[in-house]
């Protein structure tokens, strides 16, 4: 049941968001728009840099023509959501006018915000449709893979943690990623 405060409050529509956003009202404040609310994003770490930009090297080459691979960029998720994901493999398009609403992966490199990529963002996600969506879970040195979007859920999980594993993309099955080149000491 919701609090007294919670009916009393109006979510911000991911419309007002944007203007805002090109107004410069959140100039150096790291915020996303995560279910109608402004949701302060921790500062990225060297682990969690060196771990991104490891994604984008290994992606962009297998996929360049056939996906765009936007790095922590805007991801319209609905009419309440923008969040950022650390990597999103998108259809190819000109996103000069809007941010791309389509995702066949998303991944999310997490060390602070495990319990966020595993709640509210795998909920968005998964209601957005996102076939395929990972997340990176540094202190546990382990690769979460979701798959099978059933409204706010995915059906499907699998985890893997051994150095050796592969994995390989659902869209592009073509392209096969081994965990330890994704995760290092």
């Not at 540094?138 to 051994?162: H, K």
Request: one cysteine or more.
């Amino acid at each position: 049941m919701p609090s007294p405060t919670s009916d009393l409050l109006r979510p911000l529509q991911r419309a007002e968001y944007d203007q805002l956003v090109a107004l410069g009202v959140f100039v150096g404040e790291p915020v996303e728009l995560l279910d109608g609310a402004l949701v302060t994003v921790s500062p990225i770490g060297p682990p969690h840099a060196s771990t991104v930009q490891r994604l984008n090297e290994l992606l962009l080459p297998r996929l360049t023509g056939r996906a765009s691979l936007r790095i922590q960029s805007p991801f319209a998720a609905g009419p309440l959501s923008e969040p950022e994901p650390d990597v999103a493999v998108v259809p190819l398009g000109s996103y000069d006018t809007a941010h791309p609403n389509q995702a066949y992966l998303i991944v999310e490199v997490a060390d602070s915000s495990l319990a966020i990529d595993r709640g509210a963002k795998a909920r968005i996600y998964a209601e957005c449709g996102v076939p395929e969506y990972w997340i990176v879970n540094l202190s546990e040195r382990r690769l979460e893979i979701y798959r099978e979007p059933m409204g706010g859920s995915y059906q499907q999980s699998l985890t893997l943690n051994e150095p050796g594993a592969e994995l390989t993309l659902l869209r592009f099955p073509d392209v096969c990623l081994r965990l330890d080149a994704i995760i290092t000491c």
